[in-house]
């Protein structure tokens, strides 16, 4: 039986599969590295800071379409906390850390010439 280069070229394609498919049962999935659970824990507390900024950055700018021509923007301490629940699931956020970004992207962003938060007076 002579075999021609296409069949050879599949019979190829049909171990090779094999191959991963025995590969991937003997595996199961596992992770390359084991969870360590202290770089969990960084990876979640980054997360969460990458969530209280996006969502300080996301209260002053729905702050600032909400406000008329020539108001000034009010965003608070608690627009960040209910923005971090709703759009990125964090049940508990503490106040201290949602005024840190806030106060953060506050700066960051040169808000102080039209926009009035209560991010100072949260720290006490």
């Known amino acids: 039986m002579k075999l021609t280069p296409d ?5 190829l394609v049909v171990v090779t599969g094999a191959v991963l498919m025995a590969a991937g049962a003997l595996w199961k ?3 390359v590295r084991p969870l360590a659970p202290r770089r969990a ?3 979640a507390w980054q997360a969460y800071l990458r969530a209280l900024t996006r969502s300080a950055e996301l ?3 729905s702050a600032r379409d ?9 965003v608070t301490v608690e627009d960040v906390v209910r923005l971090a ?9 503490v106040r201290e850390h949602a005024a840190a970004a ?3 992207a506050y700066e960051r962003g040169g808000c102080a010439a039209d926009t009035v ?5 949260a720290i006490q």
């Open 7 to 11: 069949a050879t070229l599949g019979v």
């Open 29 to 31: 999935g596992r992770a």
């Open 41 to 43: 824990r960084a990876l």
């Open 59 to 61: 209260a002053i700018a």
């Open 66 to 74: 909400a406000a008329g021509h020539g108001e000034p923007a009010i």
């Open 85 to 93: 629940h709703v759009r990125f699931g964090y049940e508990e956020v």
């Open 102 to 104: 806030l106060r953060h």
């Open 117 to 121: 938060t209560d991010a100072y007076s």
